[in-house]
Structure formats: C-alpha cells, structure tokens
C-alpha cells in the first residue's frame, strides 16, 4: 500500500523526472491502482519482468529506490499546493516573536533563517493529510534536498514542521534524538514560538496583528489587534504549552482595538470604482451612528428609540449577508450571530409595541367596548403589556451587560480591519447582487396569492432587499437610484401595513385560544367573558382585508419587468457604458 506522501513525490517523479525514473514511478502507481503487471507492461511498453521488479524494489526499499529531488522552498511550496496568505503571515509573526524573545533568551539571529523556512513550508502537508499535516510535512521533507539548506539544518526544519500542531513529544521522534543537545534546545525554542505564531491566525483571516508586546517577571503579553484577535489570541494561548515549558515564562495574549472614526467611515466618497469593503464600511458606520443616537431613548421604551435602533441593526445585518461571499466566512458567521439574536429581541418590543398601540386606538374608537381595566371583558391591553415589560426588560440587560459592548468592540475592530476574502471594485460585484435581488422579486411576484397573506409578506421582504441593495450602493448609482428607491418604499409601506394587521391577526387569534384554555381550566364555557375580543378579532380581519383590496395595482410600478427595465437605464449610468440586455432575474 503506498502512503498519501509516497503517493504525492510518486506522482511528482512521473511529471517531472527523467524518462526511466518517470516510468518506474508510473508502474507503482498504476499497480497501486489494482492494474495487473501485464496490462501495466503493455501501458508503458515494457516488460512484464520489469514490472515486477520496480515493484519488488519498491516493496523492499520504498522511496529510497528513487533519487531525492532536489528543490527550492518555493518550488516545494508549489508542488505542496500551500496556502500562500497564511504561510506569510505565519513566518512574519514567527520573525516578530523571535524579536520579541532574542534579547532575553540570547537566541542568535543565525538562527532566523531556519524559523523562516520552517514556518513557510510549516503546513507543507495539508494537501496531502489534512488531518496528520503535521506528519505529512515532516515526511515529504525526509524524501527531498532543499535547495541551498545543509542537510542538518533540514533535519531541524523538519522537526519544527512535526512539532508545530499537537502534542509535542520530542523524545518519540528519531529526527529530533538525532540532533546534538545544544540543537535540541534551540529546535523546541522555535517550534514554541512557530506553534505561538500558527495559533494568532487560527481564523486563517492574516487580520490579527502583534501591536506591542510587554515582558515581565509574570508573562510575555502581547497586545493584539483585529477583528479576530480575541479568538486568535485564545487559540495561541492553548498553543503555547511548549513556549511556557521551554520558556518558563506564561503567554498572555490581549486584544486592543482602536476605534475607527464612524463619521470619517461614513464619509468616504463612493463610486462605482470604490472597493466593495468601503460601502461595507459605510453602511455600518452610518448604522452604528444610529444606533449610539438612539440608545438612550430604546433603554427608556420609547417606541422611536426601538425601531431606529432595530432598523439600525437589520441593515447591519443585511449588509453583512449581501458581502457574505466576500468577506471571510468565520468573520461574517461570529457578527451575525449575535446580531440576529438582538435582532430577534428587537422584534420582539416592537411588534408588542404595535399590538398595545393597535388595542388602544380600536377602544378609542369604539366606546361602548369596556375600558381596559375591565381584564375580564377585554384583558388584550394587559396581557400584552405585561409581555412587553418582559421583553423590554430583557432587551435593557441585554444592552445593559456584556454582550452589547462585545457586539460593538466586534463591529469597531472589523471596521478597523475588514477582513475581506477578496475585495472586488462596486462595478464588478453590482450586476450579480442585483440580479439576484431581480430573481427574489420575480419569483415573489409569480408565487402571489390573495388568499395567502405570508405570501405578501414575502413579496415584502424581496422589495426590501431589492431596495436595500440600492441604498447599499448609494451615491455611486446616482440620483435616479434614489427616485426607484422612493417609488418601492411606498409600495413596501402597503406591504407593511398588510403585514402588520396580519400579525395583528394573528396574535389575537392566540390569545382567544389561550383565553379558551384558561376557561377550560375553570370549567367555563370556553367563550365566557370573550365577547369583545371576538369582537376585536372580527375587526381586525375586516381591516385586513381592507387592505389587500386594490393591492395588485399598487405593486405595478414594482413589476419584475419594470423593476429589470429601470435597473437597466441605472447600471448603465453610473457604469457609463450602453444599455444592453435587461437583468434577467430568473
């Protein structure tokens, strides 16, 4: 059977090597496939007797049959496939803690050179055994020369490669027993900070950054930076066992942000020549704004305050989601986490809100319904009420607590930094959102049915994505972009009011069941005492269907075909070429 690193430097001969070198390494790995010796002979026009006897010095000698190649670090990297971006930022972290600890440890700068090849060619395995790369590297380094490195220096290089994941038990590994003792020492110095230097980019982002570092008695602590320097931190601390062994020294990783200016953010001039990550940064800076304005107001249950703040959120949200195939995805999956949850909660106040505000108005306007203080005849307000000084209460902590400063550092550390996956200019990314959004409404539009009211609420939510997407990219569609924008705000305004008297709808729907159970309970009649809120119920489903009359013609201006038309004439404005083909959305 021939191993995943046999198999890789097997292949590596057959494309690269000399013609007979080349064909003996062809007849493993073909007999490898379960080919039988003749078909292998008759394949590569040999004999049978040749065949079997590549194979029997294989069998008995494995690689050490063939020559080593001999190749440069960047050749090898090549061969390996190795992730270029994290090879860099590993090797300049590695270089930046070997300062760090030079002058206190008295490690000779001879000794930078091998860190530096170790830690570029430190995930040389991957492609080849993800989960045992550590192993893999070591051994693809066994069966070669590098190119301009002593072969001592090599043996060194492979053991930092071995040692830079897991366990380190150096006494189990025959390259490391094979070093003198002085080398053994430096060799479990440099696997200690390469380990250290792997961890800062557990997030695989290169966004984390050694600001300072502080040495004393107690620890090493080195202030980190970026939006992934808390996790990447925690992952290098687990990492640096072998740093406090050989260092006798604790690693105290901490993370410091500093807070870009929201306004100078919010202010970037944006064109259709902008990078994709300066409208991210807009978006949320201008959000962010918001929702500090707001703050005080949401925490005193002012109805205003919840739904800025909430709409503040949502459009962080979104902005998140529509650059989600840009920015790196353990990035995009730690916001949103949270700020749907928060969303969540926000939600929750505001469609308490409406209901008590919905209640109040319809006694209002009806006096011969009870007053609300009267629980028994129309108990709506104080159930609600009571829910929403629940909700209310949960939403203040919330903000109250840890969870919405971490939420913000978060938010200010990656507008620091955005950590982009790649960061295309607006006009290369514009068609594809946009097209998308188009598909959204049209199959939202074709699904439509009157006598489905989440179908309208679905209708509502593509035209607000669609609009999102405008406002997204703001200034550099220009001012017809704002007249669309408008035009589907009036329409998403009906949808609203639809979706709102919907829920309405529906929760009074809930209180008749649960108000049905209660009487159950009590061996009542189960609509005892529920005259009026039936009465409210009936109400309310009359205004519902109020407004959906007439809905239809109302959504004309915002017609998938009219919609793909007017999107059309925008693009080509602000891209300044001729309009071509409408955006098909499906």
Not at 335 to 359: F, H, Q, T, Y
Not at 421 to 445: C, H, M, S, W
Request: hydrophobic share 40%; net charge positive; proline share 5%.
């Amino acid at each position: 059977m021939v191993s995943s690193v046999e198999s890789f430097w097997l292949n590596w001969h057959a494309r690269h090597d000399g013609p007979s070198t080349a064909r003996r390494a062809r007849i493993i790995l073909l007999a490898e496939n379960g080919i039988p010796p003749l078909s292998i002979a008759k394949r590569l026009k040999t004999t049978v007797a040749t065949v079997t006897r590549v194979l029997r010095e294989f069998q008995n000698n494995r690689l050490t049959a063939f020559p080593q190649p001999v190749l440069s670090v960047q050749q090898l990297l090549k061969a390996a496939k190795v992730d270029p971006a994290h090879a860099r930022y590993v090797t300049a972290a590695s270089i930046q803690l070997f300062h760090i600890l030079e002058l206190s440890y008295r490690l000779p700068a001879n000794l930078i050179p091998t860190l530096q090849t170790a830690a570029i060619l430190h995930n040389l395995g991957m492609n080849i055994d993800e989960a045992n790369h550590h192993i893999a590297g070591r051994d693809m380094l066994k069966h070669i020369q590098l190119r301009g490195v002593p072969k001592s220096q090599q043996r060194v290089i492979a053991c930092l490669v071995r040692f830079h994941r897991k366990r380190v038990l150096p006494d189990e590994e025959p390259l490391f027993s094979a070093l003198s003792p002085a080398w053994r020492l430096r060799t479990l110095q440099l696997a200690a900070i390469l380990r250290v230097a792997d961890g800062l980019d557990y997030s695989q982002t290169q966004s984390t950054r050694i600001e300072n570092s502080v040495s004393s008695p107690e620890a090493i602590q080195l202030d980190l930076s970026g939006p992934e320097a808390s996790s990447d931190g925690k992952r290098a601390k687990r990492k640096a066992d072998l740093w406090e062994t050989v260092f006798h020294i604790p690693f105290s990783p901490k993370q410091i942000i500093h807070p870009p200016d929201l306004t100078q953010l919010q202010n970037q001039i944006l064109t259709i020549d902008s990078p994709l990550s300066v409208s991210i940064q807009r978006m949320i800076a201008k959000q962010m704004l918001r929702w500090q304005i707001h703050e005080s107001a949401l925490l005193a249950g002012d109805p205003e305050g919840i739904k800025a703040v909430r709409s503040s959120i949502r459009r962080i949200r979104k902005t998140l989601e529509l650059a989600e195939g840009y920015v790196r995805k353990k990035v995009s999956k730690n916001l949103l986490r949270p700020i749907r949850n928060l969303e969540s909660m926000l939600g929750k106040v505001r469609d308490l809100d409406l209901l008590i505000l919905d209640a109040k108005k319809y006694l209002a306007d009806h006096p011969a319904v009870p007053s609300a203080n009267s629980e028994t005849e129309f108990p709506v307000i104080s159930i609600w009420e009571q829910e929403q000084r629940e909700a209310q209460t949960e939403l203040v902590e919330w903000f109250s607590e840890k969870a919405s400063r971490e939420l913000q550092s978060q938010l200010l550390s990656y507008l620091a930094n955005p950590s982009m996956r790649k960061d295309p200019l607006l006009g290369t990314a514009i068609t594809g959102y946009f097209k998308n959004a188009l598909a959204e409404v049209k199959n939202r539009q074709v699904n439509l049915k009157k006598d489905e009211l989440k179908t309208y609420h679905r209708m509502r939510l593509a035209l607000r994505q669609f609009r999102f997407t405008l406002e997204f990219y703001g200034d550099a569609l220009g001012p017809t972009a704002e007249e669309l924008r408008t035009d589907i705000g009036k329409v998403q305004k009906r949808l609203g009011l639809i979706s709102d008297a919907w829920l309405i709808q529906q929760k009074t729907v809930e209180l008749l069941d649960l108000w049905a159970e209660q009487q159950a309970l009590q061996n009542a009649p189960q609509l005892h005492g529920a005259q009026q809120i039936l009465e409210y119920a009936q109400a309310r489903r009359n205004q519902l269907s109020k407004l959906t009359r007439g809905i239809s013609k109302e959504c004309e201006p915002v017609r998938h075909a009219k919609l793909s038309s007017r999107i059309k004439v925008i693009l080509a404005s602000a891209m300044k070429v001729p309009p071509s083909a409408p955006i098909s959305g499906g």
